[in-house]
Nanobody
Framework: DVQLVESGGDSVQAGGSLRLSCEIS????????MGWFRQAPGKERVAVAA????????YVADSVKGRFAISEDSAKNTVYLQMNSLKPEDTAMYYC????????????????????WGQGTQVTVSA
């Protein structure tokens, strides 16, 4: 069974940075879409960034372009979300998700497409 464990959430002031980590229990870190999603209170869960293992980023939400970046360390089975220039509207629970996908290419930004989820890590940005 695939398990994901996020870490790195914190409370920061606007303009600050955080790096979230997601460790994935995969026998082979390949052939997966890895996505970061966030959900603010009272709002739906939305994609922040996604990429196919071993490839460049395939999706970044317009709201975070130029500020957030997804990356991976395949040796550690870990995917990261680097968040810079944080804004109060970035406050949310952040989730890591995985989707088995045998073909490389674009990764869906739709939450329902992902079968495996972490427990979430809270990011709070104060003005």
């Amino acid at each position: 069974d695939v398990q994901l464990v996020e870490s790195g959430g914190d409370s920061v002031q606007a303009g600050g940075s955080l790096r979230l980590s997601c460790e994935i229990s995969l026998y082979t870190y390949s052939s997966y879409c890895m996505g970061w999603f966030r959900q603010a209170p009272g709002k739906e869960r939305v994609a922040v960034a996604a990429h196919y293992t071993g490839m460049a980023t395939t999706y970044v939400a317009d709201s975070v372009k130029g500020r957030f970046a997804i990356s991976e360390d395949s040796a550690k089975n870990t995917v990261y979300l680097q968040m810079n220039s944080l804004k109060p509207e970035d406050t949310a629970m952040y989730y890591c998700a995985a989707r088995r996908q045998s073909y490389s290419g674009s990764c869906s930004p739709v939450p329902i497409a992902y079968a495996y989820w972490g427990q979430g890590t809270q990011v709070t940005v104060s003005a």
